[in-house]
């Protein structure tokens, strides 16, 4: 009897060599991607619907504190959509959308604001901080950090052929970047999470849409990398095949010839815009992957799509 329990252990601890060999394998091969990303700004876009997991929002809030750790600079933009829409919903509040954006009026803009830099923010912090991290939430209101303007929107009646402008209310675009309040943070030990509110040049407070948000903070930025968390694995070609890297010429063709569609559009067109801005590579990618952040950055095939160089430029010969 006692030689079957020694045996039993002898199992064990090889087993569990085992396994410890395999996780230091797993770090050593991570090693050189972290020396490439060590020192240079990451931005995340956190989407709404892949926020909506609480073991997924455990698992992402890990891999930020993780990139921390390791020397790179995370910052952190999350949207909200779909809390916005069912606290409306709850407070019997209408919504309208033209083309993709919510028309926010004065009312709907303080449940916008009310839940992006509230609710959601203080989320998502809160779960950075559970992880060891020491996040701080901020939205595009703090020190000017994104100053914007009212969107506008030129639609034709296909009837009349009169083009008429849609008024979209408390909706902005950004205009000019002030990136001081997040260098300030990312020279600390502090990551910046960043709710997508920004405000116009004569105080009014506007909603952003968080892609675009993103997008034009990871260029004023010059980030190395923007990944854009969503609710799909990526860029599908015609035959429904993840795209693994595309450049900018041949993400605008997908849009052309309807291979990309619908709300994927101004997503793979903040990309480009994001690249051709100086942003070195965005990828879109599955943010209900549990660590899809830390695969994406940290292996060597990466978990989405990149659009990795900017319009016109030479092709590499392997994924950047």
Known sequence: MAKNG???????????????????????????????????????????????????????????????????????????????????????IKSRFEDGLRVTDKETLDVVEMVLSGAINKSIVGAINAQGGQAVGISGKDANLMIAKKTERRVTDPVSNIEKIIDLGYVGEPETVNTHIVDVIQKSDLIPVVAPIGASTEGETLNINA????????????????????????????????????????????????VVSGGMIPKVETCIDAVESGVEGVVIINGKVPHAVLLELFTEHGAGTLIGWPSGAPKPPERL
């Open 6 to 92: 020694s045996k039993s252990k002898n199992t064990a601890k090889l087993k569990s060599g085992a396994a410890a060999q395999t996780q230091a394998k797993i770090l050593a091969q991570a090693l050189p991607y972290m020396q490439r990303y060590g020192g240079t700004t990451v931005v995340v876009k956190y989407g709404g619907h892949a926020m909506g997991d609480e073991a997924l929002a455990e698992s992402f809030a890990k891999d930020i504190v993780l990139l921390k750790q390791a020397g790179v600079n995370p910052v952190v933009v999350h949207g909200g959509g779909p809390q916005i829409g069912r606290l409306l919903d709850e407070l019997n």
């Open 211 to 258: 892609d675009t948000f993103a997008g034009a903070l990871a260029s004023a930025l010059k980030a190395k990398r923007l990944l854009m968390l969503t609710d799909v694995d990526g860029v599908l070609d015609a035959k429904d095949k993840l795209i693994q890297q595309m450049a900018g010429t041949e993400a605008r063709a997908l849009i052309a010839n309807g």
